[in-house]
C-alpha cells in the first residue's frame, strides 16, 4: 500500500526543487552573458557556438547513462556526486582565462548536469509514491525549472551591470552546497542492489548514437542542408540501431525496452516529445521576433515573454489537481486544443501591431501544454517500476531533447526556405549585402544598417515581412500536427483512471532492493 508523504518528504522536495531552479537560470544567463565574455575570451564564431551548444550535447548524450547508474548505485549517491561536480566545474568555468578552458568547463557542467535530472526525478517516485502527491511534486519541480528561465534573463542583466561575465556562472553553486549538506539528511537513498554492472559497450553505443544525431540536427536548423550534418544524423541512427540490438540480447542493459510495453509510458513519452518538438520551437521564432521586428533588448524580449512564462507556471500547478475529477488524457489533449488556439494567434499577428497577438498566442500556448508536462512526466514515473524510476525520468529527459532539436532543425528549416523564397532585395544593395540579406533576418538587419536609408529600410521590411510568413507557416503547420497528436493522446491513454490512479506496476521482490 502505498504511504502519503509527510513533511520530510515535502522539505526534501524544496531542497531538490532549488538546485533546479538555480541550474534553469545559470542556463538562460548564458545568453546574455555571451558578447561580453566573448570580447574578453577573443572567442571567435565557432568557439562561441561550442560555448553554447556543448552543455546541451553532454546533458543529452549522458542522459540515459546517468539514469540507469543511478538506479544501479544509488540514486542520492549521484545527485550529491553530480552536485559537487557541477559546483567545482562551474567556478571553473567562472575564471576561465580562454575560450578552449570555457568549453571544457561547459562540457564538464553538461556531464554533471546530466545526473541531475534523473535523480530528482527518481527520488521523486521514491518520496511520492502516491499518485497524486507524484503529480504535484513534479509540477512544483517543473515550475521551478520555468521560473528560471523567466528570471534568467532579469538575474543576467542585473549581474552584468555590476559584476564580470563570470559572475554568471556562479549562481548554482550555493545551492548545489546547500544541498550537499541538506541531501544525506533528508533525501532517502534508492538503488536496486540485485541489478548487473553498467554495460560500458552500451555506454558507448548510446553516446555515438545520440550526439551525432543532436549535433546534425542543430546544424540543420543552423546551416540548412549540407553533408557533415546530414552524415551526423545518420550515423547516429545507425548507431542507435545497434544499440537498440544490443538493449534486447543484454540480461541486464542500460535502458530497459520492455518499459514501452506499457501503453501510459510509450504514450506518454511519444506526447511529450511530439509536444515539445511542435510548440518549442515557436520559441526561436518568438525571440527572433521581439528582438529584430520590433528591436527590442534581450532584457525587454524577456519581459516580453514573462507571461508565457507565467501561464506555463499556473498550468503547472494546477494540472494535478484537475486530474481528481479529469482523465489525463483528456486533460493532456485539451491542453494541446488550447495550444493550437495559441499557435493561432501567433499564426496571424503581422509585423505591425502583431506584439500584443505574439505574446499573447505564447502565453496561451505555454498555458495549455503544462499538463502534457507535468502530467507527462508523471505517467513515465510512475508507470515504471520503482527499480527503473531513474531510468524512466533519464528517457523522459532525452525524449525532450531530442523532440526540442528535431522540431528546431524540422520548422526553423521550413520558416528558413519561405523566408528566403519570399525576401525582395532592392535594386542598388551590393551583393555581399544581398547574400547576407537572403541568408537570415539577422544577417539582413546587419546589412540594412551599413546601407543608406533608401535602400536599407525597404531591404528590412522586406525581410521582416519574410520572416513573419515564415513564422506564420511555423505556427499553422505546428496547430495542425498538433491537432493529431492530441487526438493521439486522448486515444491511447483513455484508461488511465482520474486522480493518477495509474495501475500499479509489479513490485520486485523485497530483499531485491535496499531502500533506505
Known sequence: MNTAAGKREWIGLAVLA?????????????????????????????????????????????????????????RRKLLLAGAAAFGAASVLAAYSTSA????????????????????????????????????????????????????????AGVLLDHFWWGSVFLLGVPAMVLLLVLGPVLLPEYRDTKAGRIDLPSVVLSLAAILPVVYGLKELARAGLHAVPAGAVVAGAIFGWVFVRRQR???????????????????????????????????????????????????????CMLPGVGGSLVSFLVSPHLTRWVRPAYLIGGGMAVSVCGLLLIARADPASGLAAVVTGFAVTNFGAGPMVTLGTDLVVGSAPIERAGSAAAMNETSGEFGFALGIAALGSLGTAVYRGRITVPAGVPADAARAARDTLAGATAAAGRLPARTGAPLLDSAREAFMTGMHMAAAVSAVLLVVVAVAVAVLLRSVRPAGETAPAEPMEAADLECV
Do not use: K, N
Open 18 to 74: 532549488l538546485p533546479t531552479l538555480l541550474v534553469s537560470i545559470d542556463v538562460f544567463v548564458l545568453l546574455l552573458a555571451l558578447p561580453r565574455l566573448s570580447a574578453d575570451l577573443r572567442a571567435g564564431s565557432t568557439a562561441q557556438l561550442w560555448i553554447m551548444d556543448v552543455y546541451g550535447f553532454m546533458v543529452a548524450g549522458f542522459l540515459i547513462t546517468m539514469g540507469t547508474l543511478g538506479d544501479r548505485i544509488g
Open 249 to 303: 540480447r543484454l540480461e541486464d542493459p542500460l535502458l530497459d525496452l520492455r518499459l514501452f510495453a506499457r501503453r501510459a509510458f510509450g504514450a506518454a513519452l511519444g506526447s511529450m516529445m511530439f509536444g515539445t518538438m511542435l510548440m518549442g520551437a515557436i520559441m526561436m521564432f518568438i525571440a527572433q521576433y521581439f528582438q529584430l521586428v520590433h528591436g527590442l533588448s534581450p532584457l525587454r524580449s524577456g519581459l
Open 100 to 155: 578552449a578552458m570555457l568549453i571544457v568547463a561547459r562540457a564538464l557542467l553538461g556531464i554533471a548536469g546530466a545526473t541531475l535530472a534523473p535523480s530528482t526525478l527518481g527520488l521523486i517516485g521514491t518520496m511520492f509514491t502516491v499518485p497524486r502527491q507524484r503529480a504535484v511534486a513534479i509540477s512544483v519541480w517543473m515550475a521551478c525549472f520555468m521560473s528560471g528561465a523567466a528570471l534568467g534573463p532579469l538575474v
